[in-house]
């Protein structure tokens, strides 16, 4: 299998057992007696925004880390190319 292909794999793993969680977690609430309507839709409002929270720690270290990976190809062959000006300059 190429890489890929197990990508996709684990995050078709990975959202099902968020909706999995997502569901149990509902039910829980749902089938809570003890618990007025209003705190369960307190508690379910808290956990969209964490999970919405989460989302986005996880994308915008994702994009930091992409940015920082560009710059380092960037500085790379700027690098590659001095040296190669250097060696054709010395060359002569």
Not at 14 to 21: D, E, K, L, M, P
Not at 51 to 78: C, G, M, P, W
Request: glycine share 6%; charged share 25%; no cysteine.
């Amino acid at each position: 299998m190429n890489n890929r292909s197990d990508n996709a794999l684990i995050m078709f793993f990975n959202g099902i057992a968020v909706v999995v969680a997502y569901g149990m977690l509902g039910l829980s609430l749902w089938l809570s007696p003890d618990v007025p309507l209003a705190t369960k839709g307190y508690w379910g409002i808290g956990i969209l925004l964490l999970t919405l929270a989460l989302v986005n720690f996880v994308k915008y270290r994702f994009d930091d880390r992409l940015s920082e990976d560009r710059i380092q190809r960037l500085e790379e062959a700027r690098n590659e190319r001095l040296l190669s000006e250097y060696v054709s300059d010395k060359d002569l």
